[in-house]
Nanobody
Framework: QVQLVESGGGLVQAGGSLRLSCVAS????????MGWFRRAPGTERTFVSA????????YYADSVKGRFTISRDWNKNTVSLQMNSLKPEDTAVYYC???????????????WGQGTQVTVSS
Protein backbone atom coordinates (compact mmCIF):
# COMPACT_ATOMS: atom_id res chain seq x y z
CA GLN A 1 0.00 0.00 0.00
CA VAL A 2 1.26 3.48 -0.94
CA GLN A 3 -0.09 6.81 0.21
CA LEU A 4 0.61 9.87 -1.92
CA VAL A 5 0.33 13.50 -0.86
CA GLU A 6 0.78 16.34 -3.34
CA SER A 7 1.71 19.92 -2.60
CA GLY A 8 2.91 23.03 -4.39
CA GLY A 9 -0.13 24.06 -6.35
CA GLY A 10 -1.35 27.63 -6.48
CA LEU A 11 -2.15 30.64 -8.61
CA VAL A 12 0.46 31.95 -11.05
CA GLN A 13 0.48 34.30 -14.02
CA ALA A 14 1.06 33.02 -17.51
CA GLY A 15 4.77 32.57 -18.14
CA GLY A 16 5.45 31.81 -14.51
CA SER A 17 6.63 28.66 -12.77
CA LEU A 18 5.48 26.26 -10.10
CA ARG A 19 7.01 23.16 -8.58
CA LEU A 20 4.73 20.34 -7.51
CA SER A 21 5.88 17.70 -5.06
CA CYS A 22 4.44 14.34 -4.12
CA VAL A 23 5.57 12.49 -1.02
CA ALA A 24 5.04 8.74 -0.99
CA SER A 25 4.71 6.72 2.18
CA UNK A 26 4.87 2.97 2.26
CA UNK A 27 7.34 0.45 1.01
CA UNK A 28 9.45 0.10 -2.09
CA UNK A 29 9.21 3.63 -3.46
CA UNK A 30 12.02 2.92 -5.92
CA UNK A 31 10.10 0.03 -7.46
CA UNK A 32 7.21 2.20 -8.62
CA UNK A 33 6.77 4.20 -11.76
CA MET A 34 5.63 7.64 -10.65
CA GLY A 35 3.36 9.73 -12.80
CA TRP A 36 1.55 13.04 -12.93
CA PHE A 37 -1.89 13.49 -14.43
CA ARG A 38 -4.18 16.48 -14.58
CA ARG A 39 -7.88 17.16 -14.92
CA ALA A 40 -9.18 20.45 -16.20
CA PRO A 41 -12.80 21.42 -15.43
CA GLY A 42 -15.24 19.36 -17.46
CA THR A 43 -12.59 17.03 -18.86
CA GLU A 44 -11.13 13.62 -18.18
CA ARG A 45 -7.93 13.04 -16.28
CA THR A 46 -5.04 13.20 -18.76
CA PHE A 47 -1.42 12.19 -18.67
CA VAL A 48 1.29 14.78 -18.01
CA SER A 49 4.53 12.97 -17.22
CA ALA A 50 6.03 9.81 -15.73
CA UNK A 51 9.38 8.52 -14.52
CA UNK A 52 10.68 5.01 -14.01
CA UNK A 53 11.60 3.70 -10.59
CA UNK A 54 15.31 3.98 -11.31
CA UNK A 55 14.91 7.42 -12.90
CA UNK A 56 16.50 6.36 -16.17
CA UNK A 57 13.47 7.04 -18.35
CA UNK A 58 11.03 9.92 -18.38
CA TYR A 59 7.94 10.42 -20.48
CA TYR A 60 6.02 13.61 -21.26
CA ALA A 61 2.81 14.59 -22.94
CA ASP A 62 3.45 16.61 -26.09
CA SER A 63 1.62 19.57 -24.57
CA VAL A 64 4.18 19.96 -21.77
CA LYS A 65 7.37 18.72 -23.42
CA GLY A 66 10.17 21.26 -23.06
CA ARG A 67 8.33 23.15 -20.30
CA PHE A 68 7.86 20.56 -17.53
CA THR A 69 10.51 18.38 -15.89
CA ILE A 70 9.83 15.37 -13.71
CA SER A 71 12.35 14.13 -11.15
CA ARG A 72 12.47 11.92 -8.08
CA ASP A 73 14.40 11.89 -4.83
CA TRP A 74 14.80 8.42 -3.37
CA ASN A 75 16.08 9.73 -0.05
CA LYS A 76 12.89 11.73 0.46
CA ASN A 77 10.49 9.36 -1.31
CA THR A 78 9.43 12.31 -3.40
CA VAL A 79 8.61 12.92 -7.03
CA SER A 80 8.53 16.49 -8.30
CA LEU A 81 7.19 18.26 -11.35
CA GLN A 82 8.90 21.52 -12.27
CA MET A 83 6.52 23.53 -14.44
CA ASN A 84 7.91 26.47 -16.38
CA SER A 85 6.42 28.80 -18.98
CA LEU A 86 2.97 28.04 -17.67
CA LYS A 87 -0.05 28.72 -19.86
CA PRO A 88 -3.70 29.26 -18.96
CA GLU A 89 -4.48 25.88 -20.54
CA ASP A 90 -2.29 24.24 -17.88
CA THR A 91 -4.96 25.13 -15.32
CA ALA A 92 -6.14 21.89 -13.72
CA VAL A 93 -6.06 19.71 -10.66
CA TYR A 94 -2.78 17.81 -10.76
CA TYR A 95 -2.60 14.27 -9.42
CA CYS A 96 0.37 12.16 -8.46
CA UNK A 97 0.18 8.43 -9.16
CA UNK A 98 2.23 5.29 -8.51
CA UNK A 99 2.18 2.09 -10.49
CA UNK A 100 4.13 -0.60 -12.24
CA UNK A 101 3.99 0.53 -15.85
CA UNK A 102 5.49 3.54 -17.58
CA UNK A 103 2.10 4.39 -18.98
CA UNK A 104 0.19 7.38 -20.21
CA UNK A 105 -3.16 5.98 -19.13
CA UNK A 106 -4.80 6.08 -15.73
CA UNK A 107 -5.26 2.32 -15.50
CA UNK A 108 -1.50 1.89 -15.51
CA UNK A 109 -1.39 3.23 -11.97
CA UNK A 110 -2.56 1.69 -8.73
CA UNK A 111 -2.30 4.52 -6.22
CA TRP A 112 -3.38 8.14 -6.43
CA GLY A 113 -3.02 11.30 -4.43
CA GLN A 114 -5.84 13.68 -3.64
CA GLY A 115 -4.71 16.33 -6.13
CA THR A 116 -3.46 19.90 -5.97
CA GLN A 117 -4.97 22.83 -7.85
CA VAL A 118 -2.89 24.80 -10.34
CA THR A 119 -4.42 27.95 -11.77
CA VAL A 120 -2.66 29.99 -14.45
CA SER A 121 -4.07 33.44 -15.12
CA SER A 122 -3.70 35.21 -18.45
Amino acid sequence: QVQLVESGGGLVQAGGSLRLSCVASGRDFSSYVMGWFRRAPGTERTFVSAIRGDGTTTYYADSVKGRFTISRDWNKNTVSLQMNSLKPEDTAVYYCAAGGTLAAVTNGYDYWGQGTQVTVSS
